[in-house]
């Protein structure tokens, strides 16, 4: 599954927008395609003709852990399906505030329905908050919608910024993509901010520009994707080219990951369990030395790396392992301690008592 997230700490750029009418394209070329929004606001919904009274599930229950993600799913059209929010969804950085592995928990869930979809679309807020932190960790890739406007240019800077940061401090690289939206070519302004993106951008600009286009209001009101809603338009046109931009990408994409996968993999491999990557989280002073041990290593202790860009001081470590039970311990200055967030515990033949994961 592809999984891309849409993301600019700045309103009114366009990324609901593209959200919808990507992933509606996505949809219409015979991908499955799973759109989510992160945005308290809940306008994809409204974009999709959905109702806030149809909505029974939001995000907000999922990332809480009331529900599976499974549950929140709604079937809109033939290959698109999208879990929706809605404004309970803007006190979810408050209630998670100092919670473990928050910053993780969309990233877990995905887990149960990675191979039900070919695209996820992640439609963010409008900040570089807790919430599009999930969704940045969810994601592969990031799109960024950039209109006509000075600051807009000004704050794209800044994200790239913000977001490579994020990157070197937990150890997730993303591919980032610009997309210009909003664009009329009939004036030297955006005819001088294309020429700015491209040049200070050449390899992350997308060939494809949205131009202004009524339509997209217009299809928007009636809840509908362009594609469905208007297939003359020039909208209909730029997100088709936009879609097949991305589409084209597949290709070069599973070359890339047959050939990662040749070098480490043999004729066997596919019998073999799958690996599914495990974060261990535990708060712990900044100053600690932190580490974890467990069968899947022998019982020689790991450091845990401090990442918590969020507020208190977070350790944490991802590790690959396959379906089984393992027992482990973390170790903190020199103290043995079982996980403070796992109930789950069992006594060695030592007499000492350890935390117990199944996978």
């Known amino acids: 599954m592809r999984k891309i997230a849409l ?32 945005d308290p606001q809940g306008h994809s919904a409204l974009g999709l003709g959905v109702k806030p009274d149809e909505i029974e599930k939001t995000i907000y229950e999922v990332l809480s852990e009331k529900i599976p993600i499974s549950k929140a799913i709604q079937i809109l059209r033939e290959n ?12 979810f950085e408050q209630v998670m505030a ?10 877990q869930n995905l887990e149960h329905i990675e191979n039900n ?8 807020p409008p900040s570089i908050g807790l919430l599009t932190f999930n969704g940045l960790m969810a994601s592969r890739e990031v799109i960024i919608p950039v209109d006509s406007s000075f600051f807009s240019l000004h704050g794209l800077r800044k994200l790239i910024d913000t977001i490579r940061i994020i990157e070197e401090k937990v150890e997730h690289r993303l591919s980032i993509k610009i997309l210009a939206t909003n664009i009329d ?6 005819r001088g901010v294309m020429e700015t993106l491209r040049a200070e951008f050449p390899e992350k600009c997308f060939k494809t520009v949205i131009h202004t286009c009524t339509r997209l209001r217009e299809a928007a009101i009636h809840g509908k994707p362009i594609a469905e809603y208007d297939k003359q338009c020039a909208a209909f046109r730029d997100y088709q080219n936009l879609t097949e931009e ?21 004729d066997k491999s596919s019998t073999e369990p799958v690996e599914r990557k495990i974060v261990f989280t535990l708060e712990a002073p900044e100053t600690a ?22 507020s208190k001081p977070t350790w944490q470590k991802i590790i690959p392992l396959k379906p089984g039970a393992y027992q482990y311990k973390y170790l903190i200055d020199g103290w043995w301690i079982t996980d403070p967030e796992n109930d789950k515990v069992v006594n060695d033949p030592t007499g000492h008592t350890n935390s117990v994961i199944n996978i």
Request: glycine share 10%; aromatic share 8%; proline share 3%.
């Open 246 to 266: 991305i589409i084209d990408e597949e290709a070069e994409m599973d070359a890339e990951i047959r050939g990662h996968e040749s070098l480490f993999t043999d």
């Open 289 to 310: 030395a932190v580490q974890i041990a467990g069968d899947f290593n022998n019982w020689i202790p790991e450091a845990l790396d401090l990442c918590d860009p969020m």
């Open 80 to 91: 698109l399906s999208a879990v929706f929010s809605d404004v309970v969804l803007s006190a």
């Open 185 to 190: 070519l009939r004036t030297n302004f955006c």
């Open 117 to 124: 979809y070919d695209y996820l679309i992640i439609d963010s």
């Open 98 to 107: 100092g919670v473990p592995g928050r910053e993780y928990r969309l990233v």
């Open 7 to 38: 993301v600019n700490q700045k309103g009114g750029c366009g990324k609901t927008t593209t959200a919808i009418n990507l992933a509606g394209c996505l949809a219409g070329e015979g991908r499955k395609v799973l759109l989510i929004d992160l």
